[in-house]
């Protein structure tokens, strides 16, 4: 399975959008871009909500971009826990809008965690602004490392040990690069 193929998977499931057995349809550039800005303007709206799909379709089956997810770069979505808070799926969407519009604006496609980062940051302020007593401790983390100017530093880093752990993962396996 590809990549690709899991992160669909991956995102999708996630967000609790979309029939099953549906195809996805295919997206413009434009589709992708007005529904990231209805999203990150509103994203509990209704248009919000259901720009969701269209963005994650699109950055699943896009050539123009890559999207990597990972602990590392989204660690509010521990998979497996009970208790999880409200609306992660909303800061993986805006994590995709986020790192596809850069991708896309820049011509470069390589993932953008930093610019993914701060649409979730945007996002998360935009739910904090509707109830104050939200929060997700691991985009707390996060926004106090880049108040002290440290966020690229820390997904170069994040980056490397991933990396490092596949790597480990694939030798105990007997997997090869």
């Given at each position: 399975m590809t990549r690709r193929m899991m992160f669909s998977i991956f995102i999708l499931a996630l967000a609790g959008w979309g029939a099953a057995g549906e195809p996805a349809a295919k997206h413009t550039e434009a589709d992708?871009?007005?529904?990231?800005?209805?999203?990150?303007?509103?994203?509990?709206?209704?248009?919000?909500?259901?720009?969701?799909?269209?963005?994650?379709?699109?950055?699943?089956?896009?050539?123009?971009?890559?999207?990597?997810?990972?602990?590392?770069?989204?660690?509010?979505?521990?998979?497996?826990?009970?208790?999880?808070?409200?609306?992660?799926?909303?800061?993986?969407?805006?994590?995709?809008?986020?790192?596809?519009l850069s991708q896309l604006d820049s011509g470069v496609n390589a993932n953008d965690t930093y610019s993914a980062t701060i649409q979730v940051f945007r996002v998360y302020r935009y739910l904090k602004s509707r109830d104050s007593s939200y929060a997700v401790p691991e985009v707390e983390t996060l926004l106090e490392i880049h108040r002290k100017g440290g966020l690229a530093t820390h997904f170069d880093k994040a980056e490397k040990e991933g990396k490092e752990n596949q790597d480990k993962e694939k030798a105990k396996t007997g997997a090869k690069s």
């Open positions: 992708f871009r007005r529904a990231a800005a209805k999203f990150l303007e509103q994203p509990l709206s209704e248009e919000g909500r259901t720009a969701v799909l269209t963005i994650l379709e699109f950055a699943e089956e896009s050539d123009k971009v890559t999207v990597v997810i990972g602990p590392w770069f989204v660690p509010w979505m521990r998979l497996g826990e009970d208790k999880k808070p409200e609306h992660l799926n909303l800061l993986l969407a805006a994590y995709t809008a986020g790192n596809v």
